[in-house]
C-alpha cells in the first residue's frame, strides 16, 4: 500500500519529464528532417543518396522510436492542456495512466506491428 501511494505521487512529475524528453526527441528529429529536405538544394542525386541511408533497418527501428514519442508527446500535452483548463485536475493520474499510457500504448502498437513487420522484416 505504501508502495502505491509514493506511485501515484510522483505520476505528475513522470509525466512532466516524459514532456520534456519526447519534446527535445522531437527538436532532435526536427533538426535531422530540416537537414535531408536541404540535401534537395544540392540536387536529386544527394537527396537520393540521404534517403537511401534511411532505408535501412537501424533508421526503421528509430522510426518506430519516433511514431512512440510523437504518441507519447501528443498525447500528454492533450492531457496536460485539460489540466491547465481545469478539466479532469483530480483525476489526473488516471488520465495519465489511461489516457496517455493506455490509448497511447493501442495506438503505438496500431503504427509500430506494421512498420516492424513490413520495413524492418521486411514480410510481403
Known amino acids: 500500500m505504501l508502495v502505491r501511494k509514493y506511485c501515484a505521487?510522483?505520476?505528475g512529475m513522470l509525466a512532466h519529464v516524459?514532456?520534456?524528453?519526447?519534446?527535445v526527441l522531437l527538436l532532435l528529429y526536427l533538426f535531422l528532417h530540416v537537414h535531408?529536405?536541404?540535401e534537395l538544394s544540392r540536387g536529386p542525386k544527394a537527396f537520393d543518396a540521404a534517403l537511401h541511408t534511411f532505408s535501412s533497418p537501424i533508421f526503421k527501428l528509430l522510426e518506430i522510436g519516433l511514431l512512440a514519442t510523437v504518441i507519447l508527446h501528443a498525447l500528454n500535452g492533450i492531457r496536460i492542456t485539460l489540466i491547465?483548463?481545469?478539466y479532469a485536475h483530480i483525476g489526473q493520474?488516471?488520465?495519465?495512466?489511461?489516457?496517455?499510457?493506455?490509448?497511447?500504448?493501442?495506438i503505438f502498437l496500431a503504427g509500430a506491428i506494421?512498420?516492424?513487420l513490413y520495413s524492418v522484416l521486411r514480410i510481403h
Open 93 to 106: 493520474k488516471q488520465l495519465f495512466w489511461r489516457y496517455t499510457a493506455g490509448l497511447g500504448l493501442a
Open 36 to 38: 535531408t529536405i536541404h
Open 84 to 86: 491547465d483548463l481545469g
Open 18 to 23: 516524459i514532456q520534456r524528453v519526447t519534446g
Open 9 to 11: 505521487q510522483y505520476t
Open 114 to 116: 506494421p512498420l516492424f
